[in-house]
């Protein structure tokens, strides 16, 4: 009991200090949240207008083929190859040709990859060389030019 009226008595805080810290570090710790979510939202917000990285992303669907882009980072020097996914969802094989595009940050385009054509069974899928458009880098824009679609 001594102990405890020594401690209250010469270490504990008064009721006044109390009284008088409280509004000023609750000021102190909604001025930092309010900085947290400020910084949280604002870069948030504005980072889900690239693809994602290492996910198929749907890109376009003509007469039943479905094309899927995915930028995946190599392992051996952390730069971004592009994947191209042809899945058939016909009942019959198809024959697809296209002619790859990509456009770079810096407004130049890689259009030197030459003609694609490949035969997808029915129902099956088909994963293309990876690209790597823009030195590596995230392209700002993707076609494929003349795609052609033929079921036979």
Known sequence: MILVGFYQN?????????????????????????FCGACFFSTDGFAQTEMPINEWVLFKKISGVEVYIKHQE???????????????????????????????????????????RVNIYPRHSITLLAYRPCKGEMPSDI???NIKIFIK
């Open 10 to 34: 010469y270490f504990a805080p008064s009721k006044q200090a109390k009284l008088s810290a409280k509004p000023t570090m609750n000021k102190y710790i909604v001025a930092f949240l309010l």
């Open 74 to 116: 190599s392992p051996y020097d952390m730069k971004l190859n592009t994947l191209v996914r042809l899945r058939n969802t016909n009942a019959r094989e198809v024959s697809v040709s296209f002619k790859p595009s990509f456009q770079c940050d810096a407004g130049t385009s890689s259009n030197n990859h030459g003609d694609v």
């Open 143 to 145: 076609d494929l030019n």
